[in-house]
């Protein structure tokens, strides 16, 4: 059974960062791609960064050239660490998995949520101004 557990979110100064960790268990697949999304209070979920088991990486426009996804394959462990932050980064920060075939890994690159099989529960980052 895979399983994805969020940690190292909390409250920031915007201008500030922080590192989520994503540890991933039960995932033995060796075409994925996994990726982060978070959710603001009243808004839709949206795409952050993905990465697949090449090392290929995907952000959202919003984020390029201040966040950065990377992985961890000896821990299993998937990353973002996000810099100069904004208070409009406040949101449940998700991190999702999937495996599949080459043309469900560009799609999950992509960073179209619903081709993601796995959830963790997600946790929370609060930017403040």
């Known amino acids: 059974q895979v399983r994805l557990v969020e940690s190292g979110g909390g409250s920031v100064q915007a201008g500030g960062s922080l590192r989520l960790s994503c540890a991933a268990s039960g995932y033995t697949y060796s075409t994925y791609c996994m990726g982060w999304f978070r959710q603001a209070p009243g808004k839709e979920r949206e795409g952050v960064a993905s990465?697949?088991?090449?090392?290929?990486?995907s952000y959202a426009d919003f984020v390029k050239g201040r966040f950065t996804i990377s992985q961890d394959n000896a821990k299993n462990t998937l990353y973002l660490q996000m810099n100069s932050l904004k208070p409009g980064g406040t949101a449940m920060y998700y991190c999702?998995?999937?495996?599949?075939?080459?043309?469900?890994?560009?799609?999950?690159?992509?960073?179209?949520?619903?081709?993601?099989?796995?959830w963790g529960q997600g946790i929370l980052v609060t930017v403040s101004s």
């Open positions: 999702a998995a999937g495996e599949g075939a080459l043309e469900s890994i560009a799609t999950m690159l992509s960073l179209d949520a619903t081709s993601f099989e796995y």
């Open positions: 990465i697949d088991d090449d090392g290929n990486t």
